[in-house]
Nanobody
Framework: QKQLMESGGGLVQPGGSLRLSCEAP????????IGWFRQAPGKKREGVSC????????AYADSVKGRFTISRDVAKNTVYLQMNDLKAEDTAVYYC?????????????????WGQGTQVTVSS
């Protein structure tokens, strides 16, 4: 079973920044589209951003456009989510998922492999 590993979460003040990392010990992330998702207490898991493997195209949820940036470092087998100008409503557990290399969707059900998540808390 392929397992992803997120890191980089933490407590940050509103307006601050964090960079999340998604790694995959044992398999190559470049073979997959990688998406970032988040889930706040009592809410459904929602798509934040994705990076399509086949052509490098990206997609973002409207709520994070202009603030979050997804990127991929093939040499390090890592996908990042740079989060700037964080808001209280960004507070959630953030997950990365790996899906077929041709997709560029923020629908969680199309992703096959997941990590355990990393907590992001935005609070003063």
């Amino acid at each position: 079973q392929k397992q992803l590993m997120e890191s980089g979460g933490g407590l940050v003040q509103p307006g601050g920044s964090l960079r999340l990392s998604c790694e995959a010990p044992g398999f190559t992330l470049d073979d997959y589209t990688i998406g970032w998702f988040r889930q706040a207490p009592g809410k459904k898991r929602e798509g934040v951003s994705c990076h399509r493997a086949s052509d490098g195209s990206t997609a973002y949820a409207d709520s994070v456009k202009g603030r979050f940036t997804i990127s991929r470092d093939v040499a390090k087998n890592t996908v990042y989510l740079q989060m700037n100008d964080l808001k209280a409503e960004d507070t959630a557990v953030y997950y990365c998922g790996a899906g077929p290399r041709s997709i560029a969707t923020l629908a969680p059900f199309l992703y096959d492999y997941w990590g355990q998540g990393t907590q992001v808390t935005v609070s003063s």
